[in-house]
């Protein structure tokens, strides 16, 4: 009778063998469980460490990436509200093109996420890559077997992969996306950094053009794939460049800094994050501004030695415009890099901020400010 018992605590205690024989770092043991079902709709949120988790809008989340070092007490709070902790998975692709060495990769990493009763992971790989060479096939292939794997040894578990804005080889990246959007459960679309190649006028511009984010959107489903495997990425930064002139109509131009084959690029500037600018922004020689073409705002300041830089960014306007084309084209759900970007003090004007941004990320929020 007592053997009976017992084994009926243990079944009730680990509702999953393979978590049986490591210790649950939560209060409760159900809160070790992998995390399972498809929410009707995605906030893919990236965190890079500490503790600004604390104060992220529960309510809305639905996936971490734990792209900082594993915290146990995130993957407990996350649990408890239903959502996942995703490792962060990248690997050089020459390493992989031997097919024993993508099943070692891939063995490890579901031994780390079983380990830390995590839920999936985010590839995360942005390496050139040529179409129809072996790492093409390579990274196709990557995709497919960790998905298969992930599935089958922890069930519910999420596979995603982080693509580029648009799928025109972006900064050399000739990735199969229709093949690897088949493979995994999503594609996270990194819609910023749209200024890495520039080919025209070397001048500051918006991080995420509006429509140039719209258009890029209707270029991956043209490739037949399903908008309910697109979450749209936004910026919780923006980019501060130094301007080598500035024009009377307030254009930058910037140094020309080359990247994978373009002669100007983003580079030229400095990734900032919102918290830090939204200290700048009323101080600044301009205030906030708003460019009717891009739909996006920027600030020009100068520095302690006098020179004018410029700033471009997101913020509640231009991010809620983006989460009603999400809602509007039936994408699977929105998300940003990172949710450490914000000021979660207790200032109540960055209170204020940080709530708008949040708030902006929910579909028909769309505003005025």
């Known amino acids: 009778m007592l053997v009976v018992v017992w ?13 049986c024989d490591r210790q649950c770092p939560c209060e409760s043991q159900e809160l070790c469980q992998p995390i ?16 600004a988790w604390k104060s992220y809008d529960w309510t809305q989340v639905t996936t971490v990436a734990a792209f900082g070092k594993y915290d146990a007490e995130l993957m407990c709070y996350a649990h408890s509200k239903g959502a996942r902790l995703v490792l962060k998975g990248d690997v ?36 050139a890559v040529a179409e129809a060479s072996p790492e093409y096939y390579a990274l196709t292939a990557l995709v497919k077997e960790s998905t298969e794997t992930f599935h089958r040894e922890i069930p519910g578990s999420q596979v995603s992969f982080d693509v580029a804005w648009s799928p025109k080889c972006i900064d050399k990246r000739c990735y199969n996306y229709a093949a690897i959007a088949e493979a995994c459960d999503l594609l996270f679309v990194m819609s910023y950094d749209e200024q890495s190649q520039i080919w025209g006028d070397c001048i500051a511009m918006a991080n995420a053009p509006t429509n140039q ?15 309910r495997k697109l979450v749209m990425g936004v910026p919780w930064y923006g980019y501060d460049y130094p301007c080598l002139n500035f024009s009377q109509e307030g254009v930058c131009t910037m140094t020309k800094v080359p990247f994978r084959g373009a002669p100007c690029s983003d580079a030229a500037g400095r990734q900032i994050p919102y918290s830090i600018m939204m200290k700048q922004v009323n101080n600044s020689m301009s205030g906030r501004l708003w460019d009717a073409v891009q739909q996006a705002p920027y600030y020009s300041y100068k ?33 940003m ?29 769309e505003k005025e400010l």
Not at 8 to 18: K, R
Not at 36 to 51: H, I, L, P, R, S
Not at 108 to 123: R, S, T, W, Y
Not at 344 to 359: H, K, L
Request: aromatic share 12%; charged share 25%.
């Open 303 to 335: 520095d302690k030695d006098g020179m004018v830089h410029q700033v471009w960014y997101d913020d509640p306007q231009s991010i809620s415009y983006k989460a009603s084309f999400v809602s509007t084209r039936g994408l699977r759900g929105i998300g």
């Open 7 to 19: 084994v009926f605590l243990l079944s009730v205690l680990c509702l999953s063998p393979s978590t």
């Open 337 to 365: 890099w990172n949710g450490n970007l914000l000021d979660y003090s207790d200032d109540p004007v960055a209170r204020q901020q940080t709530e708008d941004m949040w708030n902006a990320l929910k579909p028909n929020q």
């Open 213 to 227: 984010t719209f258009i890029a959107y209707d270029d991956y489903i043209t490739m037949k794939i399903n908008p």
């Open 92 to 127: 050089p692709l020459s390493d992989i093109v031997d097919p024993a060495n993508r099943t070692v990769w891939i063995a490890e990493k579901v031994d780390l996420a079983k380990k830390q009763f995590m839920d999936g992971i985010n590839i995360d790989i942005e390496q």
């Open 36 to 51: 399972a079902g498809e929410k009707d709709f995605e906030v893919f949120v990236f965190d890079v460490g500490k503790k």
